[in-house]
């Protein structure tokens, strides 16, 4: 155990969201998603798992300790639902509600087509698949910076 750090990210996780830098992107899937396939194509080339937890427990855990890019409109994202991509499923409710409160004021996700969505998957630096079961739990996180202090 570490003091200050969320006991839900393992430490393949936590050396994944080090290594990182500005602009990298990290996919969060459910279990459904094609996780193994395409975390191969990745920068990091191998899965994370946070097998137990769903998909907002892992997004609190992972912002937790990751910061959110501020410069741009993708700093987060959705996968649209197929013919109905306006609709927010429960399970993307409680993903935005997690960071809106990293963020300390509402910030909403972008949405991304499915296939559109698993091609951007591919070109992430790592994926990790949580053990959410309801569909339409994936998102994109795009990492930003922390300032130096004043």
């Not at 830098?21 to 080339?45: E, K, W």
């Amino acid at each position: 155990m570490l003091k200050g750090i969320d006991n839900r990210l393992n430490a393949e996780v936590l050396y994944v969201l080090r290594a990182m830098g500005h602009g990298d992107t990290l996919v969060i899937a459910d279990t459904n998603f094609p996780s193994d396939s395409v975390a191969r194509a990745t920068v990091h080339g191998d899965l994370l798992r946070m097998d137990n937890l769903t998909a907002a427990e892992a997004m609190k855990a992972v912002l937790s300790v990751l910061p959110l890019d501020t410069f741009v409109d993708d700093f987060a994202a959705r996968m649209e639902i197929v013919g109905d991509p306006g609709t927010i499923p429960p399970v993307q409710a409680e993903v935005q509600r997690a960071i809106d409160a990293a963020e300390g004021r509402p910030r909403p996700m972008v949405s991304i087509e499915r296939f559109d969505f698993y091609d951007r998957a591919r070109t992430a630096y790592a994926v990790i698949q949580t053990g959410e079961r309801r569909f339409y739990g994936c998102f994109i996180l795009r990492k930003g910076v922390i300032p130096p202090e004043a």
